[in-house]
């Protein structure tokens, strides 16, 4: 009929005029399509996982990971606890669980010749380990004194922080670079954790108030010790 004749025309002068545009007859279908694209790319605000890290801090993404990983676990009221103190046997765990190393389980005697440790404590396993990898030494003696200290809750400065993190990489396995960029200034030529700090400025693991001042005897806290972690990982493991 003259009807179904002109209907027949019409959708081929539509299907013209989409060509020439560069459409198509199912544009709607793709305009969703598109939509739905455009929607699965917008970037979900960090969760943390903890009440007291909110979705803007600096500290967010690099909880979030730890958590994830269980390398750091929260207190028993739900939160994190950025600004508390770090200390021996805590930095020691979870530097040791960010490298992946096995934890080797712990008989409940053995004090490893450390008069300041109690053997049934859940810290042992992580000491045993740290020891037997040589990563963790008690306080200097005389070669002839058999026992020592090991300072389980003593807290640990930002130095220290960096030297067993990248000794435990070291024993990992793991790739340590040379440092090419100009250390901090306040960090001395041949100082012991020379190397390692100017890593940290290379990598930025920490968030300073002036980019080129270490303060390394500073003591370091749970969000600096997980931020120098995740940020080390994300430079060099992932």
């Known amino acids: 009929s003259s009807s179904s004749s002109s209907s027949d025309d019409d959708d081929e002068d539509y299907e013209k005029i989409a060509i020439v545009l560069g459409g198509d007859v199912d544009d709607d279908d793709d305009d969703e399509d598109d939509d739905d694209e455009e929607e699965e790319e917008?970037?979900?605000?960090?969760?943390?996982?903890?009440?007291?890290v909110d979705s803007d801090s600096v500290y967010c993404e690099a909880v979030a990971w730890a958590k994830d990983e269980g390398i750091f676990?929260?207190?028993?009221?739900?939160?994190?606890?950025?600004?508390?103190?770090?200390?021996?046997v805590?930095?020691?765990?979870?530097?040791?669980?960010?490298?992946?190393?096995?934890?080797?389980?712990?008989?409940g005697k053995s004090s490893f010749n450390f008069l300041d440790v109690y053997t049934d404590q859940w810290y042992?396993?992580?000491?045993?380990?740290?020891v037997n990898l040589g990563v963790f030494q008690g306080d200097?003696?005389?070669?002839?004194?058999?026992?020592?200290?090991?300072?389980?809750?003593?807290?640990?400065?930002?130095?220290?922080?960096?030297?067993?993190?990248?000794?435990t990489r070291n024993v990992a396995g793991k790739e340590i670079?040379?440092?090419?960029?100009?250390?901090?200034?306040d960090v001395e030529v041949a100082?012991?954790?020379?190397?390692?700090?100017?890593?940290?400025k290379e990598f930025g693991l920490f968030e300073l108030e002036d980019s080129n001042t270490l303060n390394a005897a500073n003591l370091s806290s749970r969000g600096e010790i997980v931020l120098m972690i995740y940020r080390l990982n994300q430079a060099l493991d992932t």
Request: glycine content about 6%; overall charge negative.
């Open 42 to 52: 917008i970037d979900e605000p960090c969760d943390s996982g903890f009440p007291d």
């Open 73 to 88: 676990q929260g207190y028993d009221d739900g939160e994190f606890k950025l600004t508390k103190d770090v200390i021996r």
């Open 90 to 107: 805590e930095i020691l765990k979870v530097i040791l669980l960010s490298q992946n190393l096995g934890i080797e389980e712990h008989d």
């Open 124 to 130: 042992m396993q992580y000491i045993q380990t740290g």
């Open 140 to 167: 200097e003696k005389e070669s002839y004194v058999l026992t020592t200290t090991a300072r389980p809750a003593d807290t640990v400065n930002r130095a220290e922080g960096l030297k067993l993190l990248f000794e």
């Open 177 to 185: 670079p040379e440092c090419s960029v100009p250390n901090f200034e």
């Open 191 to 200: 100082v012991w954790f020379e190397d390692y700090a100017c890593l940290s």
